[in-house]
């Protein structure tokens, strides 16, 4: 069974960074788009950033410059560096990815770590 664990969340403060990380297991044959999304209280879930198989990044507006999101294809593993953090970032954060799998093309998500910005 295919599932997607991320891990890195956690309490920081205004300026501070964080590495979340997300590792699919399972028996994968491909993993084509990964992605971060996030979603704050009594509000909806947002795309953070994604990265294509090839490599080509996507940032939301709000996160372009403090973000950066990579990949490590071998471990099937996609990673969000966060600098500058800010008290807005503060959400549930999941990562998702489109997968090939004895299922087919699927796209799986996280449980969610959450990440609390605050001094």
């Known amino acids: 069974q295919v599932q997607l664990v991320e891990s890195g969340g956690g309490l920081v403060q205004p300026g501070g960074s964080l590495r979340l990380s997300c590792a699919a297991s399972?028996?994968?044959?491909?993993?084509?788009?990964m992605g971060w999304y996030r979603q704050a209280p009594g509000k909806q879930r947002e795309l953070v950033a994604t990265i294509s198989l090839g490599g080509m990044t996507n940032y939301a507006d709000n996160v372009k410059g403090r973000f950066t999101i990579s990949r490590d294809d071998a471990k099937h593993t996609v990673y969000l560096q966060m600098n500058g953090l800010k008290p807005e970032d503060t959400a549930v954060y999941y990562c998702?990815?489109?997968?090939?799998?004895?299922?087919?093309?699927?796209?799986?998500w996280g449980q969610g770590t959450q990440v609390a910005v605050s001094s």
């Open positions: 998702n990815a489109d997968l090939r799998s004895m299922r087919g093309v699927v796209s799986y």
């Open positions: 399972g028996i994968i044959f491909s993993i084509n788009d």
